[in-house]
């Protein structure tokens, strides 16, 4: 604090760092804001900051999985982007940590509604959308902001083209509304998230995690949307975990055997536990 927070001298431009970043963003556009797998390396936050510039922490940062420490070198950066008045990278910025930063959620649910940055497709806005909703839910705001989501997502489906950025704008607003308690709600997202991109995996486990829910009880659209998590492939350990616990509620034992075999092989520390929760 006391040498202040300058970005050290090393030649880079606002434009070479958007660039770089845009190019990250691309190796990174299939991840979800809270779904990202990479272990992160143990890292001195007070040694990285050191020995690289605040664009450079950031773009390290995002490469290993690490959004807290890309929402600290966002805080470092902020000053140096905004003096520049260059909101198109301000924004590219705080669509990866707007759900670990309170000044990025800020100037993203600022600038959302502006139809004049819509326009802009460098902005991964289904990105932001997905980080802001996840800054709501985990400060206890999703009741307040749900009426802004509402409008925020009517007019992002207005605006963005790609398929995969409506279901990604669809199914943050089924994990708001599941915040919520609103099951019912939450359901029919992500059906509708599965018509827009059945091929993603994280899409069906979610539709099963709604379906065994006391209040939706639909155990054999459970079944059904397991059953095509396995068939695209999965060695994610919950997605296994879920799967193991469907299946054996429809005393489908050999298919429990065969998943837990599967996840022996990924963890055996997992599958233990897991067997021994089927007793």
């Known amino acids: 604090m006391n040498e202040g927070f300058d970005a050290q001298t090393s030649g880079e431009s606002l434009s070479s760092i958007s660039d770089s970043l845009r190019r990250i963003e691309r190796k990174l556009e299939d991840f979800a ?16 900051f050191a020995k690289l510039t605040p664009s450079e922490v950031f773009m390290y940062a995002l490469q290993q999985g690490d959004i807290d420490l890309a929402a600290q070198a966002f805080n470092r950066l902020f000053p140096q982007i905004n003096e520049n008045e260059d909101v198109a990278t301000l924004l590219t910025y705080c669509a990866h940590v707007a759900s670990r930063s309170e000044l990025a959620s800020k100037i993203i649910e600022e600038n ?34 749900l009426p802004k989501a509402i409008e925020i997502e009517n007019l992002l489906l207005q605006n963005v083209n790609e398929v995969e950025d409506k279901a990604r704008i669809k199914q943050a607003m089924g ?13 029919q997202y992500c ?21 065994i829910q006391e209040d939706i009880n639909k155990l054999d659209r459970a079944e059904e949307a397991i059953n095509k998590m396995i068939e695209i492939g999965t060695d994610d350990e919950d997605h296994l975990k879920l799967a193991i616990k469907i299946y054996k509620t429809k005393n489908r034992n050999n298919d429990v055997d065969k998943l837990l075999m599967h996840l022996r092989r990924i963890n055996p520390y997992k599958a233990t536990l897991v067997e021994s929760e089927l007793i």
């Open 191 to 211: 059906e509708e998230v599965i018509l827009l991109s059945p091929e993603d995996v994280s899409y069906w486990y979610n539709l099963a995690f709604l379906c």
């Open 112 to 145: 959302i509604l502006n139809t004049d940055m819509l326009n802009d497709a460098d902005i991964k806005w289904a990105l932001a959308f997905q980080s802001l909703i996840l800054f709501w839910t985990s400060h206890d705001l999703a009741k307040e902001k």
């Open 33 to 48: 804001v809270n779904q990202i797998s990479i272990h992160p390396l143990p890292i001195d936050s007070h040694e990285i």
């Open 175 to 187: 994990n708001l509304y599941y915040n919520l308690d609103m099951h019912e709600e939450s359901y």
